[in-house]
C-alpha cells in the first residue's frame, strides 16, 4: 500500500456554484481521509507559487485570475494512491470529455471552469501541500472505519 497525500482545491465557480459539500462528499465517499482544511482567498502572489509550472502556457494569465476571483477551498486528502484516486474522482481537464460520475464530468463544460484542483504528482503533491499549509495545520488522525476501507489497516 502506498499512502500519498494531495492537494485538492475547490475552485472559485466551485464555491460560487454551491457545491463545496458535493465536492468534498466525493472524496470522502472514496474513502480518502481529510488531513487539512481552510477556506481563502488567494492572493495574485500565492496563485503565481502554485500555478508557476504553467507560467509559459498560453493561458496562464487567465488561470491566475480565475483562481483568485473568489474564495477557495483548499484541503489536503490522504489514503492509498490518493493523487490518481483523487485525480479520478475529478475527470479528465476538460469537462467537456470527463466522464459522467466525476466532478468534472457532472458539474462542468469549459476548461476555464473546472471546478477543482488536484495534484498530479508526488513531488509537486509535496510542493503544493507546504504552500497552502504549515505541518502544524495537518492533523494526523485514525479513523474507526480504517479496516473497512484499507485491507493493510
Ligand atoms: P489539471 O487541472 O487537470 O491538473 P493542468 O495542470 O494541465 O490540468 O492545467 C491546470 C489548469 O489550467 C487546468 O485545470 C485548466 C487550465 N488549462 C489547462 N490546459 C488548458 C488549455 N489548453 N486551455 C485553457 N486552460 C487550460
Ligand atoms: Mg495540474
Keep these: ?46 496563485a503565481e507559487t502554485h500555478y508557476a509550472v504553467h507560467k509559459e502556457r498560453p493561458f496562464y494569465q487567465s488561470l491566475v485570475e480565475y483562481i483568485v476571483s473568489g474564495p477557495v477551498v483548499a484541503m489536503v486528502w490522504q489514503g492509498h494512491d490518493a493523487i490518481a484516486a483523487a485525480r479520478a474522482t475529478m475527470g479528465t481537464t476538460n469537462p467537456v470529455q470527463a466522464a459522467p460520475g466525476t466532478i468534472r464530468g457532472d458539474f462542468g463544460l469549459e476548461i476555464g471552469r473546472n471546478l477543482v484542483h488536484g495534484s498530479d504528482s508526488p513531488e509537486n503533491a509535496a510542493k503544493e501541500v507546504s504552500i497552502f499549509f504549515d505541518d502544524v495545520e495537518l492533523v494526523d488522525w485514525s479513523r474507526n472505519t480504517e479496516s473497512w476501507i484499507s485491507e493493510s489497516a
Excluded: A, H, W, Y
Excluded at 464555491?15 to 481563502?40: A, D, W
Design 1 to 46: 500500500m502506498t499512502v500519498e497525500r494531495t492537494l485538492i482545491l475547490v475552485k472559485p465557480d466551485g464555491v460560487q456554484r454551491g457545491l463545496i459539500g458535493e465536492i468534498i462528499n466525493r472524496f470522502e465517499r472514496r474513502g480518502l481521509k481529510l488531513v487539512g482544511m481552510k477556506f481563502l482567498q488567494m492572493s495574485p502572489e500565492l
